[in-house]
């Protein structure tokens, strides 16, 4: 994201795009302003705003809604959000040296209290 971070910067971009329908030799209409309406979503998650308030420079707040909306039907962001996904933690490792559970946690059986002694004062008076 850039300084603000309303928009996409170019390592995200690179990333990004190979992902999104209407590149250049994909059939039908090309795309011109995929990182525009990407950034106009960016700038309406950030701050938390209704599509009403989008600012003009990103066009008209009804097409980036419809557009979101059908980017949504057909999967395009489950693709985006795969293509920045961290790896998968089910391959991480833990030390087992630096996990404690309960001792009873294995099994283990409780200890009984031991007997109670009398007092030496009880048995006096």
């Not at 390592?11 to 030799?25: F, I, T, V």
């Not at 950034?39 to 003009?56: E, I």
Request: aromatic share 6%; proline share 4%.
């Amino acid at each position: 994201m850039g300084l603000d971070g309303d928009e996409l910067s170019e390592a995200a971009w690179e990333k990004l795009s190979p992902q999104l329908a209407g590149k250049a030799g994909d059939v039908g209409r090309t795309a011109a302003d995929n990182r525009l309406f990407l950034n106009a979503v960016l700038w309406v998650m950030r701050h938390g705003g209704t599509w009403r308030v989008l600012p003009a420079r990103f066009g008209k707040h009804d097409t980036v809604r419809k557009r979101a909306l059908r980017w949504a039907q057909k999967g395009t962001w489950q693709r985006l959000f795969a293509a920045v996904r961290l790896p998968d933690v089910e391959a991480v490792l833990l030390d087992s040296t630096i996990m404690r559970a309960h001792q009873r946690a294995s099994g283990q059986v409780k200890k009984s209290a031991p007997a109670t002694k009398p007092s030496a004062a009880a048995a006096a008076g």
